[in-house]
Nanobody
């Protein structure tokens, strides 16, 4: 079992920045892929960004150039730096871990971008 706890969400104005963090209850060194997803009201959950154990990253087209995902294997954390935020970025953001033991989700953190 892997427990994931997100933090760092909140309310920010258009153009502002937020940094989300996800703390894992186990070493993330063995977790193949960690990622951030988001779900806006009335919409399906979508991938925002992911990072593999070796470091390669993947981003949704809508956030490329604005968001940066990183992982700290020593601290067992994954972060998402979000810059130039837009109202359409408003959603609940979820941390995700894809490991040999299965796929795990955090409880989510709300990000609200006001216009």
């Amino acid at each position: 079992q892997v427990q994931l706890v997100e933090s760092g969400g909140g309310l920010v104005q258009t153009g502002g920045s937020l940094r989300l963090s996800c703390a894992a209850s186990v070493s993330i060194f063995s977790i193949n892929v960690m990622g951030w997803y988001r779900q806006a009201p009335g919409k399906q959950r979508e991938l925002v960004a992911s990072i593999t154990r070796g470091g390669p990253t993947n981003y949704a087209d809508s956030v490329k150039g604005r968001f940066t995902i990183s992982r700290d294997n020593a601290e067992n954390t994954v972060s998402l730096q979000m810059n130039s935020l837009k109202p359409e970025d408003t959603a609940v953001y979820y941390c995700n871990a894809a490991s040999p033991r299965g796929t795990f989700w955090g409880q989510g953190t709300q990000v609200t971008v006001s216009s």
